[in-house]
Structures are given as C-alpha cells and as structure tokens.
C-alpha cells in the first residue's frame, strides 16, 4: 500500500505571511497552476481512491488532479489545516503586536505546543487528530494505493508521529505547496516507511 500525502497549491496567505489556519482560502493563479503541473505529473499513477480536507484549498488541488483520474473525492473534515483561533486572517506582525503579551507568557512557561491560540487548537490536540484520520485512511483503504490531499501542518504531524520525532522536531522540515509526501505500508510486518519527502520535482 501506498500513501501520497499531497499539500495544496499556493494561496495568497501564504506569500503574504497571513496565519490561514482551517480558514476557507482559495488557490491564487501560481497555485491553480501548481495544481495543474502536479495533476499532469500524477495523471499514471494507480490511485484507488482520494481523501481530501473540506477546505476550498485542498478540495480544488483535488479536483485538478482527478480530470485524470474516475475518482470521486472522498472528504475528512479532520483533515482540515490546524485551528488557529483568533490569529486567523492576521499577519505574523499583526499577531506579534496584537498578542505579545501572549506570546511571551507562552514562551516564558514553555508550554507553546500544548497551549492553544486564544479560540484556536493546541499542537498537541493537532497531531493527535492528524494521526487519527491517518490511522483510519490506513485502515479504510487496505492494501490500496491512496492519495490524500490536505495541508502542510496534518503532513508534518504524520510524519513526525511516524519518525517519533519529538514534536517539537515539526519545524526542522518543510512541506512545500502541492508537494508530495509518500509512505509505504507493508502488512505483513505491519510497517510504514517514509518513501520520499517534499517532492516538488513537477515544479522545476
């Protein structure tokens, strides 16, 4: 079995250093044609089926990809971006201005990945439901050959989970837009196997 963990196109928040969170944002123009370079790159591989986060985001890097694939999307609400509560829609020097306070309380206690941003979603609850919703793709889709498309901090989270990286170990790599991120299941030694890592290559 394996899984091809695949990010959205790019979208106005994120070159503008806008926290998105699980907000509704639409792919831009280089997004939209992210997507399409990803679909043409992914148009032969024998996926079985595709689950995608609700978000707007993913859900049109999803139906880029299938105008090559008979495939009817398969939506996970928790595969949706992390909640990022009251910082979203704001930039990172909004939110430092705005929260500092916050901010230098959090990180005074130490206690950033298990405090939540006010009406947001701590780290730690992130990845407990990022791994969730992988664990029950694994288990929904058996011995196929799966795509899942969604956000950059659920593929973090998965693999950190998977290498039993220490969470705070989630910022030492980087998930780039509509990379691809793949993992192997053998079940018979009931083993997962990080294949490759960010794969941008349809990009260049």
């Not at 998105?20 to 997507?35: F, I, S, T």
């Not at 009406?119 to 730690?124: L, M, Q, R, T």
């Not at 993992?183 to 990009?203: G, M, P, Q, S, V």
């Amino acid at each position: 079995m394996i899984l091809y963990l695949i990010r959205h196109g790019q979208t106005d928040a994120n070159i503008e250093g806008i926290y998105q969170g699980n907000m509704d944002v639409e792919l831009n123009d280089k997004g939209k044609e992210q997507a399409k370079r990803l679909a043409w790159r992914l148009r032969n591989f024998p996926f079985d089926a595709l689950f995608v986060s609700h978000l707007k985001r993913a859900l049109d890097t999803a139906i880029t990809i299938l105008e090559y694939h008979d495939l009817t999307p398969k939506i996970k609400k928790d595969l949706e971006e992390i909640s990022m509560g009251e910082w979203q829609g704001k930039t990172r020097e909004e939110v430092k201005k705005t929260y500092a306070a916050f901010i230098k309380d959090r990180e005074s206690k130490k206690d950033f990945y298990t405090r939540p941003i006010p009406g947001g979603e701590s780290y730690v609850a992130f990845q407990k439901r990022a791994v969730g919703v992988f664990e029950d793709i694994l288990k929904e889709t058996e011995g196929k050959h799966v795509a899942v498309v969604c956000h950059g901090g659920i593929i973090k989270a998965v693999i950190g989970h998977l290498l039993s990286l220490d969470i705070t170990r989630h910022r030492d790599f980087e998930i780039y837009n509509t990379s691809i991120t793949t993992i192997e299941y053998d079940k018979k030694k009931d083993r997962l196997r990080l294949i490759t890592l960010n794969d941008t290559a349809h990009l260049v």
